[in-house]
């Protein structure tokens, strides 16, 4: 946890939608409300793009992006200097867009200071460094030719971001789109636009040429979709929901878009008997808790050794009920309110879920107080995968939790889900530790560890939570690039 900041206070100035380095209102005039969910009041009016402007901002991202256009004949190295600057302003405007993001998503300020911030700013370096490390090879192939290869940007991307974290998720996409080359429309979440906007000022101020930035802010239906159907899109990145990544692969598959798709996930987080206890119970709690568990990586499902089970579960439960949330933008806070109404109804039906299916509740489960959309740290215990609370992504603070007898009852347990994101293990015994990270099927595997994130370590999903990795060289490979063979006789 970082340390108590200074809390300052900032207009909202940005709330139209961003191309060709203009802010502009939308098409059709429409606006939508952003709302601050620590007290559910509006915080801005946002201009609400749609297809009409989701063309527009194809088309300035086609113009920038063209053959003899000005990014076309931006060097690499010169593409790095623009992300290192963006990298550079993100934390000159360190406070305003902490501010921003914590009365958007109900993030605590300490939080989105101390430790978002400076992260996506993190991302824009690391991509700064990547852009002239984009190298082709030379192929021995057989007969007298010559043969290399070329990565090449695919061209416009369309970007899609959640709202659990606006500003990292974007960074992950943009930084690497724009290191490569590529030029991008980026349609932020409708229930937290504020901090891309700020990035879009920030772009116009870093220099970056007219259309390789553009932000339309929107409803995913209606801005999203067009994004994903436009026949000038070469590829989609996106973070949210299993279900929507379903709609946007059949919408991405008339015009063979490329995908990459980080999704939902219920995550085990595998404690056994030798791991310490105390230290094990504070990381479990901060693992399903951080960010109110609006975390596609939360440790929702955690698996306990039949030995320490009830001993563990019990230290759990006490440290669960003193973990009261309260105001995001008092710097002692450490849990916010739930993003959004939506949220909130959602958390209830799965705490009701759970109660009539038999789990038993061993901390938590009700909403806090009748304003903002605060929630009380929820603990279930005796829960089994068939339950929903076990199988389904709850996206909240409620963790189920579920008794394991040895190794491999836990390998099972834990892989019996369609998700495939991340993983804790909690171990003293090193080769129980690294045999069972290899029997994981999931992206990310934490041991004695979790929720750790490095601009420079792939990250992504196996079976249903998505496909090809952020972060990392490993994106610019798998999606930010495509390869070109090229022969050359020497006959
Ligand atoms: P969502 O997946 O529908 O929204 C994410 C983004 O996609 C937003 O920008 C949204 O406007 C856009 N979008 C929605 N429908 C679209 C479409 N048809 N075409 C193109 N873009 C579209 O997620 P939502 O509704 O905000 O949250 C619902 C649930 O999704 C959450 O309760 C949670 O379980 C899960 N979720 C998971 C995330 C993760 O990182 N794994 C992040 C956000 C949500
Ligand atoms: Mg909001």
Redesign the pocket.
């Not at 349609?187 to 229930?191: L, V």
């Not at 609006?294 to 990586?297: I, N």
């Given at each position: 946890m970082a340390a108590p900041v200074d809390v300052k206070i900032f207009d909202v100035k940005n709330t139209k939608l961003f191309i060709n380095n203009t802010f502009s209102d939308s098409s059709s005039g429409k606006t939508f409300p952003t709302i601050n969910p620590s007290n559910e009041k509006v915080i801005a009016q946002i201009a609400e793009g749609d297809k009409a402007d989701v063309d527009k901002a194809v088309i300035a991202a086609k113009n920038a992006f063209a053959d003899g256009g000005k990014w076309s004949k931006t060097s690499a190295s010169r593409r790095g200097k623009y992300l290192w600057k963006v990298s550079e302003l993100i934390m000159k405007y360190a406070d305003e867009l902490a501010y921003l993001e914590t009365i958007d998503c109900g993030k605590p300020i300490a939080e989105t200071k101390g430790i978002e911030i400076p992260l996506t700013a993190d991302i824009f370096a690391y991509y700064a460094g990547a852009a002239t490390k984009i190298e082709g090879e030379t192929i021995p192939v057989s007969g007298n030719f010559f043969n290399y290869t070329l990565r090449e940007p695919l061209g416009v991307l369309g970007l899609?971001?959640?709202?659990?974290?606006p500003l990292i998720?974007a960074a992950r996409k943009i930084a690497p789109a724009i290191a490569a080359g590529n030029t991008v429309v980026v349609?932020?979440?409708?229930?937290t636009p504020l901090s891309t906007l700020k990035l879009a000022e920030i772009f116009a101020e870093a220099g970056l040429p007219e259309g390789v930035f553009n932000v339309v802010t929107?409803?995913?239906?209606t801005?999203?979709?067009?994004?994903?159907a436009h026949p000038d899109v070469d590829g989609?990145a996106?973070?949210?929901?299993?279900?929507?990544?379903q709609?946007?692969m059949k919408?991405a598959a008339l015009t063979m878009k490329r995908l990459s798709l980080?999704?939902?996930?219920k995550s085990p987080n595998i404690v056994f008997a030798d791991s310490d206890i105390d230290t094990t119970v504070k990381m479990a709690a901060a693992a399903i808790f951080y960010n109110k568990g609006?975390?596609?990586?939360a440790g929702s499902r955690l698996l306990v050794e039949e030995k320490i089970h009830d001993e563990f579960l019990e230290k759990l439960a006490a440290r669960a009920a003193k973990m009261v949330p309260g105001d995001p933008l008092n710097p002692e806070t450490k849990l916010g309110p739930l993003a959004?109404e939506?949220?909130l109804k959602?958390i209830q039906h799965y705490v009701d879920a759970g109660k009539s299916e038999g789990a038993k509740l061993l901390a938590g489960g009700n909403r806090i107080g009748h304003e903002g959309y605060y929630f009380q740290p929820t603990v279930f215990g005796e829960v089994n995968n068939s339950m929903k609370i076990a199988s389904e992504?709850?996206?909240?603070p409620v963790l189920s939790t579920l008794k394991f007898k040895d190794f491999d009852d836990a390998v099972r347990i834990a892989n019996e889900t369609y998700y495939g994101?991340a993983a804790g293990i909690w171990t003293r015994d090193i080769k129980k530790a690294h045999t069972l990270a290899r029997k994981i099927k999931a992206g990310t595997v934490w041991i004695n560890t979790y929720n750790m994130y490095d601009a420079a370590m792939p990250y992504g999903g196996y079976k249903m939570?998505g496909f090809t990795r952020e972060c990392g060289m490993e994106s610019i490979y798998e999606f930010y690039t495509q390869v070109k063979s090229v022969w050359v006789d020497l006959n």
């Open positions: 899609i971001i959640p709202w659990n974290f998720t349609k932020p979440s409708e229930f929107g409803y995913g239906k801005a999203g979709a067009a994004l994903v989609i996106f973070t949210g929901s299993t279900t929507t990544g709609e946007i919408t980080e999704l939902g996930g609006e975390v596609c990586t959004s939506v949220q959602k992504e709850i996206f909240g994101l939570s």
